[in-house]
């Protein structure tokens, strides 16, 4: 399984980022996905998971209300929709697949992890 997360980038407080997560798996549409980031000296932290059917959806506390995961599953493809970024939202995300067909949070959850792409929010 290939992950090739993009989207990232320089942006501003306040400003909004889509977030997107190509695979190359033609199972795709079996397993949860997940969104996680990354902060240099800091854990993984998980950020929003979905379903296979994207009809169930888990947010990490730090982003929920301000973060939507969707998925396209004809196109192989998960999203993270970011809005009313901050300071504290700079980090690499990368995408995972999860080893169920549920949306799963923990990191032990998800076999699969791409190369991640860079936000940076500036204050």
């Known amino acids: 399984v290939q992950l090739q997360a993009s989207g990232g980038g320089l942006v501003q407080t306040g400003d909004s980022l889509r977030l997107s997560c190509a695979a190359s798996v033609r199972t795709f549409s079996w397993y949860g996905m997940g969104w996680f980031r990354q902060v240099p000296g800091k854990e993984r932290e998980f950020v929003a998971g979905?379903?296979?059917?994207?009809?169930?959806?888990v947010y990490g506390d730090s982003v929920k209300g301000r973060v939507t995961i969707s998925r396209d599953n004809a196109k192989n493809t998960l999203y993270l929709q970011m809005n009313s970024l901050k300071p504290e939202d700079t980090a690499v995300y990368y995408c995972?697949?999860?080893?169920?067909?549920?949306?799963?949070?923990?990191?032990?959850?998800?076999?699969?992890w791409g190369r991640g792409t860079q936000v940076t929010v500036s204050s």
């Open positions: 995972a697949v999860s080893k169920g067909r549920f949306a799963a949070t923990m990191m032990e959850d998800f076999s699969s």
């Open positions: 979905i379903s296979r059917t994207g009809s169930s959806l």
